[in-house]
Every structure is written in C-alpha cells, then in structure tokens.
C-alpha cells in the first residue's frame, strides 16, 4: 500500500525554450502552457547573454540561435505579452547580465499592474561557472560578484519570492566535472557569494538568513543515475551544514536544498539518437526518485539535441515524459525510497567527504574567485573532461551506439535530417537588427545618456546598481549601452583556458603513436613542428570541444594556439597570420557556422594564406556540413566523431594534401 492517502505535489515542469524573436517564443511559451507546462524557463540568445546589441559586430550569426533576443524593453513587453506575470513562475538563464533582465522583467511585470513583491522565479546569475564553463562573462569576477551582490540585496528586500541566485552546477558537468568537483565547485561559490552579500552590509543581520533561504541550485544529472541520487543527497546534507555552522542558520526550511535540474544534453549522442529518450528517462530518476533530495523543478532536453535545434513536437514529448512518471507512475505516494539503505549511505559518505576536502583546498587559495583567476579549477574540470574522453575511446567507457553496439536498423526518426530539426528562422538577425535600430531611433537620447552616465558614475561607488539599472530601462536604453557603460568602468576580461599543463593521455597506445610519428615526419617534410590554431569564432562559450581538441593534439606532438573563446574572424585570421600555422580548426556549437565559417575562409584567402586546410567541428547538420565541404572547407567534425586520435589523423592528412604530399 502507498505511503499517503494523497500523493505529494508533482515539480515544476519546464521546457528550456526562446528563440528567433520576441513575438515567436511567446506564441511558443503560451502553447506550452496549455500543454500543462507549470512554469517558464527562457533561454536567451549569445548577444543577450553577453552584452550585445544585435548589431554588433560579435552578434553575427548568433542573433536568436540558442535563445530569444531580448536587448530592451519593447522586447520584454512582446515576449510576455497576454502571459500574467502574477501568476508566472519564471526562471531566466541568464548570469552577466542578469541585472538587466530582471530590471525590464520587473518592469514589464509593472506596466501589467503587478506589483514587484508578488513576482516568483528566477535568475541564473552564477557568473562563477561562465568563467568555467559556459564562457557568457562580461566583467571580471571582482565586479562581476558585485553585481550578483546587488542583485540579491534588492530582491531580499524588495522582490521576496525570487531567487535572485541559482547556483549553476549543470554546466561544470558538461565541462567534465565528476560528481565530487560538481559538489565542491558549487558550493565554493555559494560560499564566495554569501561572504560578500554579508561583507556587503546590504542586508541587515537578522535577514541575513531570508538570503540563505532564497538561494537556489541549478544541477546536472547524468545517466549513472544512482550516483546521481546519491550525489543530490551528498548536495543536501553539505548545504544544510554549511548553512547552519558557517552561517548561523537556524530556521531548518532555510537551510534546504532548493534545486531546479536540466538533464545532461552534451551527453546525448547524434549517432542513434533514439537512445537519447531512455537517457533522459534515466538521467530524471535521478533527481526525482528520492523524496529528501527530489528536484524542485525539471526540464528534458529533446532526444535530437544532438542534431540540431529541436521542434515543438520534440520539447513537448520531453514534457510528456515528465508527465507520465508524476501521474502514471506511483513515484509521489511514498516516502524516500533510499532512507535506511546502507550502500546509498555509504556512496554519500564518500562523496561529501570528497567534497568537503575540495572545498577546503578552493577556500585555502582565497575562495572560489581566486580559485578562478589562478586558473586552478578550470584546469581540473579540463583535465577530468579529457580523462573520461580518453576512457570513452579505450571503451573503458561503454556509450550505446557510439562505441558499442554500433549496429543498426534505418530510423524512421531521422530518415529526413533536415525535417528532423527546426531550423532557425533566417530573417530573424535581420529582424532584431532592423528592431533594436529602430528602438534607438525612437530613444529620448538625452534621458539614456543621463541614465548611462548616473549608472557609471554609482557604479565608481559602493551604491546599489539595481535602482540605476532599473532607470536606465525605464529610460529606454539597450543591453548593449548597459554593458558598454559598464565595460567602460569595469573593463572587460579573458578567463584561463585551463589547456596549459594538462596530459590527455598518460601513456600513448599504438594508434596516438602512429599519429605522433606522422606528425613529426610531416613537421619535418615542412621544415617546422606542425601547428594548429584553435578558434572560437563569434559568441559561443561551450569551450569543452576546442579544449579537448587542444588538449590531444599536444599530446599528438603538434604546437597549439589557443586563444579561448570570443573572437572575431579578422583575430582569428591575424592569429593565423602571425603564428604561422599549417592549419585552423574551428569550434561552433551555437549554429552559426553558416556565417562565420565563410567569413573566416574568405579573409583568410584574403590575408593570402595559403596552403593552410579550414576544419570545422560542432553541432552541424549534415546539409550544413555538405555545403561547407562543397565551398572548400577540408573537414567537418560533429559530436559522432568521438574518436580523438582519429581527428588527430585526419587534420594530419589535410595538411599534407594542402602541401602536396603523400597521404
């Protein structure tokens, strides 16, 4: 017999969803929505998340890509139009410039008559994990923390039901975290945080604790979903200690674990992508199947993310997955299942002791911040990532239809590629640009440059950004005057790659041999090491593939420039130029590569570099890679070409045929 008479409230069901423009992704919000969709989670396009108009020169090719372009008000207002944002629980990813989104989403909400205190959800704003991971850092994390610090100031004291913080663990996964750096990394940062809202005196001691309780986590889940169980309870028992002896907290609902999950998505495979549904499947009883450390909210990905953008018929199966196990299955009419279990006990033992002696070395080099400027923790999540990869290629590490059980029957699924996806609106960057030029014509000009200049001028002081922000909305200015005015006090920053100093592979096995010698013959065919320039051209900061890519072909004996992530195709091109390489790769996963893959071909003919074979690599459509080979690009890699070392023997054999030698 169940447990209760009455079963428990199911989580928030979201789907992660924006893209194209304003008016699209709220035709899509609202259908969702009367899908039974409880809550809205709104993905923003590169250019938002980093700072940009869309017509700057970075925003080519991302304007509505991975998310919706929100760069003012008028936007805002069109994307929530006919939803109440009274009754909205709203979670924004967003981390650098959060601020900005919850100053036009408060006043939007007020234009619909609501007041502030009643408003309920969330911003990202864990700018930490961008310069981990994810890579959408403005400002350097001094002043980045201080932002996140004035943010949750004013949302304790003047939005109450918002969580101003959700502490993003998701991304240090896809990055190559293990469970124990997942935990370790996370909480770090909530410590950095919480420190400086205190050391802020923004927040008055006895409401100290109203701080605690509004924070909120953001995690992965993998597919070894019992680890993943036992790694939610570890988070939960770690918060709840740290809360109470570090903090002082004593009221026990503040000192919960409040945590929203998106499942593992760079996990998911283009090589029979149909086994993408039982992953996600899995990868959600790990978060939902233990009531004490059962998510607060859940999003899928879709089972063709791997592919390409997915459809609305893709996200709304995600969301009938979550439906079936909260209202088919019996999962909510019992207590935690795991209570009194000694092997799940003993797995979270290890990992909150593996944990908390992480967080002891990161607090022994000054915090999670200086753990960043150092360099230190992107060079472990690097060094992790290329271990598990390396595990993968030996088939240590068994992936189902990757490298193991390869064979298989045509799939109804994908027999039409191109219909497999949902292809980004085309004329949607000419839109936003066309929008965000009119807006600026329509601006008073004067009242933005007094908004501006009072924003700079506070943001000299120790004042509150919150209120400056909130009038340079009202007076109309746009993400990108915000940032640049911001850019112009603050300065912007470059975070450590983490490549430097990392070994892929310990010990070489015969086929990283083979290649090495390759290399080192065709060096010396050419007169030189051989050289491989790594570009991540445009706004995309999913930096794992470049620096994994780095990472083996040092091991394979070539000399890499690696620059990091954010630049334009003219560096780019000049980097080439003036390190002399035999070849450039690069790496695009927001789907741009149909403009900024051209545009770096073209100006490197035009710089008259010759002789230097163009490989691209990232979430590619096949159309798309057929197209850029029939314009001369010499390889395209996707996420099914998982073998390194046979990448390694590819880029060797392009460069010989561009010098004309043997293959």
């Known amino acids: 017999m169940p447990d209760k008479s009455a079963p428990d409230k199911p989580w928030v069901m979201r789907t992660y969803a924006g893209h194209s423009s304003a008016a699209e992704s709220n035709a899509l919000y609202r259908k969702n929505l009367a899908k039974g969709q409880t ?64 100053a036009m989403y408060q006043v939007a909400a007020e234009e619909q008559g609501v007041d502030p205190a009643q408003l309920a959800g969330t911003t990202q704003n864990d700018i930490i994990k961008e310069y981990l991971s994810r890579g959408t850092y403005v400002f350097p994390p001094e002043h980045s923390l201080r932002l996140t610090t004035d943010m949750i100031a004013y949302t304790v004291n003047n939005i109450p039901k918002w969580n101003p913080l959700n502490i993003c663990s998701y ?111 899995l990868e959600m009883l790990g978060v939902t199947l233990s009531k004490s450390a059962r998510a607060r909210a859940v999003q899928l990905p879709a089972w063709n993310e791997a592919l390409g953008l997915p459809r609305p018929w893709d996200q709304q199966w995600s969301l009938r997955l979550q439906q079936v196990l909260a209202f088919e299955s019996d999962l909510l009419e019992y207590e935690d299942i795991f209570d009194g279990s000694h092997v799940i006990e003993a797995k979270v033992a290890e990992l909150v002791e593996g944990a908390k002696a992480e967080i002891d070395r990161v607090q022994a080099m000054g915090g999670a ?27 240590e590490i068994k992936v189902v239809g990757v490298n193991s059980y390869i064979e298989t029957e045509p799939s109804p699924l994908t027999e039409d590629l191109d219909a497999a996806i949902m292809v980004a609106d085309p004329q949607a960057e000419a839109n936003a640009v066309a929008d965000v030029q009119k807006w600026r014509s329509e601006q008073d000009r004067a009242a933005v ?36 005015a911001l850019r ?23 086929e990283l041999t083979a290649v090495r010698e390759r290399v080192r013959k065709t060096g010396e065919e050419l007169g030189s090491r ?70 770096v071909q073209k100006r490197l003919l035009e710089a008259g570099v010759e ?47 561009a010098n004309g030698l043997d293959v």
Not at 53 to 79: F, N, Q, T, W, Y
Not at 376 to 395: C, F, N, P
Not at 550 to 567: H, K, M, S, T, W
Not at 646 to 654: H, S, T
């Open 611 to 657: 002789n230097v074979p163009l490989i691209v690599g990232g979430i590619i459509p096949d159309s798309d890679g057929r197209r850029l080979e029939e314009s001369g690009i010499a390889a395209v890699f996707t996420p099914k070409d998982f073998g390194m070392t046979d990448i390694m023997g590819r880029i060797v054999d392009e460069v010989r045929k």
């Open 530 to 599: 051989l050289r491989l320039l790594v570009g991540k051209p445009g706004l995309d900061g999913h930096s794992n593939g470049a620096e994994q890519i780095a990472v083996r072909a040092r091991d394979a004996g070539f000399e890499v420039i690696y620059q990091g992530i954010r630049l334009t195709p003219e560096q780019i091109v000049a980097a080439a130029v003036a390190e002399d390489v035999h070849v450039v790769g690069l790496s695009i996963l927001s789907g741009s590569h149909m403009e900024l893959v051209p545009d």
């Open 369 to 395: 911040v200086a753990a960043v400027e150092s360099g230190y923790m992107k060079s472990e999540l690097v060094g992790s990532h290329a271990e598990r990869r390396a595990k993968i290629e030996a088939g």
């Open 39 to 102: 809550g809205l989670s709104v993905a923003f396009d590169l250019p938002t998340q980093t700072g940009y108009d869309p017509d700057h020169v970075l925003s080519r090719g991302e304007v509505g890509k991975v998310g919706v372009p929100i760069p003012h008000l008028g936007a805002m207002r069109r994307l929530f139009q006919d939803i109440p944002l009274s009754e909205m629980n709203t979670s924004m990813t967003i981390n650098a410039t959060a601020m900005w989104l919850l």
């Open 488 to 510: 112009e006090v603050y300065g912007e920053y470059r975070a450590p790659t983490g490549v430097s100093g990392v070994v892929g592979v310990a010990e070489a096995g015969a």
């Open 449 to 484: 440059d007094a908004a501006l200049a009072a924003l700079q001028e506070q943001a000299k002081t120790d004042q509150n950004l919150m209120a400056a922000t909130l009038d340079a909305v009202r007076a109309g200015a746009t993400v990108g005057e915000w940032a640049g």
């Open 171 to 281: 991304h240090l996964q896809e990055a190559g975290a293990t469970p124990t750096q997942e935990l370790a990394f996370a909480l770090s940062t909530a410590i950095a945080v919480l420190d400086s809202v205190k050391a802020s005196g923004q927040v008055a001691d006895e409401d100290f604790e109203k701080v605690v309780g509004r924070i909120s986590f953001f995690v992965n889940a993998g597919v070894r979903f019992i680890e993943e169980t036992c790694k939610m309870r570890a988070f939960g028992q770690l918060w709840e200690e740290i809360t109470r002896e570090r903090y002082g907290v004593q009221d026990p609902k503040m000192r919960r674990l409040r945590y929203g999950v998106q499942v593992n998505s760079l996990g998911l495979t283009e090589a029979q992508p149909e086994n993408n549904v039982q992953r996600i499947v």
